[in-house]
């Protein structure tokens, strides 16, 4: 069973900077990228950034490219998103998902942990 515990979130001025991590446990063998996903309050969770743990090709939302960097450890099984140039509009729950091998869907997630951006 694949365990995803984030850490890292925090409150941050804007433009400041944050760096969430994402540790994975348990059957990793059956995923092969990793996501970041955010929701803000009244708003459907959207995509924000992934990576494959074999080749490390990465994938980001618009609005974050240029400002955010999704890394992996193979060794640790661990992804991080370094979030530079933080906005008061990057607010939101942030969680990691672990995407199925087999299905090709996100079907693993984290608990989240809150990224709050001031103005």
């Known amino acids: 069973q694949v365990r995803l515990v984030e850490s890292g979130g925090g409150l941050v001025q804007a433009g400041g900077s944050l760096r969430l991590s994402c540790a994975a446990s348990g059957g990793t063998f059956s995923f092969d990228a990793m996501g970041w996903f955010r929701q803000a309050p009244g708003k459907e969770r959207e995509f924000v950034a992934s990576?494959?743990?074999?080749?490390?090709?990465?994938s980001y939302v618009d609005s974050v490219k240029g400002r955010f960097t999704i890394s992996r450890d193979n060794a640790e099984n661990t992804v991080y998103l370094q979030m530079n140039s933080l906005k008061p509009e990057d607010t939101a729950t942030y969680y990691c998902?672990?995407?199925?091998?087999?299905?090709?869907?996100?079907?693993?997630w984290g608990q989240g942990t809150q990224v709050t951006v001031s103005s």
């Open positions: 998902a672990a995407r199925n091998i087999f299905t090709m869907t996100y079907d693993r």
């Open positions: 990576i494959r743990w074999s080749g490390g090709t990465t």
